[in-house]
């Protein structure tokens, strides 16, 4: 079923995101977070995964969204060693352009600057976050994964608790016990 292989590709590609940011950020797995935000296009077909995406990345919740200029902004950076010689005299403008924002993206990932489409050898996408806000970008550059590091009294006693547990569970392991028997 290819709509469920491509559904499932997007939900590995914010899976694999927000599990970057938690690596970057030194935020082990077993914390539970607040909130993972997914900002960007074409969100609407992982949305029935909602649950197994705040399972796999421990969230309380997932949040889908598409303003991605609320939480970072994407630049564009022209390769002029390989655009150069194809524009020619054009590429000043292209420069000019592409700094001041005004360019598009374009099927099949070509960006559309100053009258040009750009192939992906040509450009390469920059992502900044805004201030305080922590996010990686999904393959494609057309969407965005911002983790809430905000740890409460709550979730922080959560995350212990599930430190206890991992801990008991190794114990039995290591001391060769069965699922089965009964502890004292």
Known sequence: ??????????????????????AAENVRVRQPLRELIVAGSDLERI?????LIADEVNVK???????????ATFGLKVNAKVVGPRLGPDMKTVLG???RG???TL?????EVAGHALETSEYTLT????????CQALPGNDAIAVLDLELSPELIQEGRARD?????QQARKEAGLEITDRIR
Do not use: H
């Open 1 to 22: 079923d290819p709509d469920l292989v491509a559904e499932m590709d997007r939900v590995r590609d914010v899976c694999s995101a927000a599990l970057g940011i938690r």
């Open 47 to 51: 949305r029935p995964y909602l649950d």
């Open 61 to 71: 919740s997932v949040t889908l969204t598409e303003d991605i200029e609320a939480y």
């Open 97 to 99: 352009a592409a700094k």
């Open 102 to 104: 005004e360019w598009n």
């Open 107 to 111: 099927a099949e990932g070509q960006i």
């Open 127 to 134: 992502l900044t976050p805004r201030e305080g806000v922590v």
């Open 164 to 168: 206890v547990v991992r801990a008991v």
